[in-house]
């Protein structure tokens, strides 16, 4: 008996990316982690991870622009506009391994975060999150009782004059649960559109900081294929060095 294993195509064909932009984003120079199996990026704040929404394409469509030889599938998802740690793998069977670490709370994910405002050494915020569509098509979050368990641990890397820089780490994986813990907890991230101090964001803008300041800073995990304990951080980037640099 010879089986045939149903193959899944798209009918949205493959975005063509004009040269200039892949030369202007250069997604090579990003990758902070490579094996036979995984491929980790340091990924830009303002490149969305996958075309739609008004967005032609994204880290996804670019990399497979570039290795198209690779079958390159998202482990997971960050906002556009975070920066940081992204992980692709490059096969189905490491691709339902990770996504089975990412359900059992076995991978370690680091964000920093600079927010407005003072915040206690440590502190943990324990609100569920609840998704909501605007009539315009927007996704927002709220805290809200009926909503998902939601758990994000927070310490002082750094404080400034009104602004701390933050640790985060998730101990759930909600849409925009940093961002919308922060806020509840009074410490809203500079440059966060919809869940920031627009008057302050206004402030900082002045001041040279014109990105959302989030980042996801490192990962720690076993590789379910090799079991070679992995540990990884991806640098700043050059705006959030200047803004250390003009904040302090």
């Known amino acids: 008996v010879v089986r045939v294993p149903p193959l899944m195509q798209s009918t949205t064909p493959a975005p063509v990316i004009a040269q200039s932009a892949i030369a202007r984003i250069n997604i090579e120079q990003t ?13 830009p704040t303002g490149l969305a991870v996958h075309g739609g929404s008004g967005v032609n394409f994204g880290v996804i469509e670019l990399l497979r622009t570039v290795r198209p030889d690779q079958n390159l599938e998202l482990i997971h998802r960050i906002d556009r506009d975070t920066s940081g740690c992204l992980m692709l793998a490059k096969n189905s069977a490491t691709l339902r391994a990770m996504h089975a670490m990412l359900r059992d709370k076995k991978i370690t994910k680091t964000y920093h975060t600079v927010v407005k405002g003072f ?3 440590q502190f943990v915020v324990q609100q569920p999150l609840k998704k909501y569509v605007l009539s315009s098509g927007e996704r927002l979050v709220k805290a809200d009782p009926d909503g998902s368990a939601a758990e994000t641990k927070f310490s002082v890397l750094q404080r400034f004059k009104n602004v701390t820089l933050l640790q985060a780490q998730p101990i759930t994986g909600r849409t925009h649960q940093i961002r919308v813990h922060a806020a509840v907890r009074g410490l809203p991230i500079i440059g966060d559109q919809k869940y920031g101090d627009k008057v302050f964001n206004q402030i900082m803008c002045k001041l040279g900081l014109q990105r959302l300041f989030l980042h996801a800073y490192a990962l720690n995990f076993i590789c379910p294929i090799t ?5 990884l951080q991806a640098d700043y980037d050059q705006a959030w060095i200047d803004a250390l640099t003009i904040l302090t």
Do not use: M, R, T
């Open 31 to 43: 990758v902070i982690y490579e094996d036979q199996n995984l491929l980790v990026i340091n990924k």
């Open 119 to 121: 915040a206690n050494d």
């Open 227 to 231: 079991g070679v304990n992995i540990k």
